[in-house]
């Protein structure tokens, strides 16, 4: 993680904690970015990664998609361009296999949005708080 204030790496105080510790079988420990709740129910669950390409870490979606299966909503994946200042949206399908690799490459898949930050701000207000509120 990177501080958001000074841009040094700081580290999770678990993965400080753990020192690195093997178990069998392994311990995986995922950052959640974003867990979205509209009333009281959750509305989605979100993963922010900043930069141009387009790859995820298998074992992180694996571990994010059993989250949203559990909770019976749908996982994003949100890649920020701070160059560009550009969001691509892609959703995470929680019925599929990941491929056995160390990296998933979301860019031959279709994006679920690409916009700016305020265009962003109102696809996740149209899609997940407002629609969560007709439900």
């Not at 749908?74 to 550009?86: A, G």
Request: charged content about 25%; aromatic content about 12%.
């Amino acid at each position: 993680m990177i501080c958001p204030f000074c841009g040094m790496p700081i580290e999770n105080a678990l993965h400080r904690a753990l020192k690195g510790i093997q178990t069998n079988p392994p311990i995986v420990i995922t950052n959640v970015d974003y867990v979205i709740e509209v009333g009281n129910k959750i509305a989605t669950v979100i993963e922010e990664k900043h930069t141009k390409r387009h790859f995820g870490k298998v074992y992180q979606l694996i571990t994010l998609k059993r989250v949203a299966r559990a909770l019976d909503v749908p996982l994003l994946v949100v890649f920020v361009d701070d160059n560009l200042n550009e969001v691509t949206v892609y959703e995470v399908p929680t019925d599929r296999r990941f491929p056995a690799k160390r990296f998933y490459n979301f860019e031959k898949e279709d994006p679920l949005f690409i916009g700016d930050f305020e265009e962003f701000g109102e696809f996740i207000l149209d899609n997940f708080v407002y629609a969560q509120a007709w439900r």
